[in-house]
T-cell receptor, first 113, second 114 residues
Framework: GESVGLHLPTLSVQEGDNSIINCAYS??????FIWYKQESGKGPQFIID?????DKRQGQRVTVLLNKTVKHLSLQIAATQPGDSAVYFC????????????FGGGTRLMVKP | ETGVTQSPTHLIKTRGQQVTLRCSSQ?????VSWYQQALGQGPQFIFQ???????GRGNFPPRFSGLQFPNYSSELNVNALELDDSALYLC?????????????FGNGTRLTVT
């Protein structure tokens, strides 16, 4: 079936560098995408979202890029900090009005001091 | 603003037993969703409740059921527990009618079935 997946299971970056986490999706009907951050022992925390009529959206230190042609989503974190260490999930709305999400498998981001 | 709260935080049950997990939605939110997260995996959608009725369901058997109350809080019930039901159960709330209202998650209930 159609699903959301991630290219890399683990990403290790130096503190202060920029991080890029990638995600591929296959459901062409999806119109809404979200990135979540999950720290150990906690629930997923909303980071940023983007609708399919946009290519780019920026937040505080984070940018989400959407390439509908190749069905690719990425999360860029500027000046990565130790507090950014967590598992990051992309999720897509399964083409419905009820915000029922399909999550990818997650990428672990490790920030080295 | 009060966030999503779940109880209990941890629970141990025996195979074949029944369990009830509870969730209080974030203030101002009227829709509650439940997700199952197995260790090392992403959350999987179980079902969603709006106006006290189930309005969407993922690929989970009928022994997974739920309720939503007039104050928008919710319960997840699982009957005839199996070992594979061991997971983190996440509750999320959102506001229906608001285009793409992001889900806000609680910290989950860790269920262990032995």
């Amino acid at each position: 079936g159609e699903s959301v997946g991630l290219h890399l299971p683990t990403l290790s970056v130096q503190e202060g560098d920029n991080s890029i986490i990638n995600c591929a999706y296959s459901n062409s009907a999806s119109d809404y995408f979200i990135w979540y951050k999950q720290e150990s022992g906690k629930g997923p925390q909303f980071i940023i979202d983007i609708r399919s009529n946009m290519d780019k959206r920026q937040g505080q230190r984070v940018t989400v890029l959407l390439n509908k042609t190749v069905k690719h989503l990425s999360l860029q974190i500027a000046a990565t900090q130790p507090g950014d260490s967590a598992v990051y999930f992309c999720a897509e709305n399964m083409g419905n009005a009820g915000n029922m999400l399909t999550f990818g498998g997650g990428t672990r981001l490790m920030v080295k001091p | 603003e009060t966030g999503v709260t779940q109880s209990p935080t941890h629970l141990i049950k025996t195979r074949g037993q029944q369990v009830t997990l509870r969730c209080s939605s974030q203030s101002g939110h009227n829709t509650v969703s439940w997700y199952q997260q197995a260790l090392g995996q992403g959350p999987q959608f179980i079902f969603q409740y709006y106006r006290e009725e189930e309005n969407g369901r993922g690929n989970f058997p009928p022994r997974f059921s739920g309720l939503q109350f007039p104050n928008y809080s919710s319960e997840l019930n699982v009957n005839a527990l199996e070992l594979d039901d061991s997971a983190l159960y996440l509750c999320a709330s959102s506001l229906a009618g608001q285009i793409n209202s992001p889900l806000h998650f609680g910290n989950g209930t860790r269920l262990t079935v032995t």
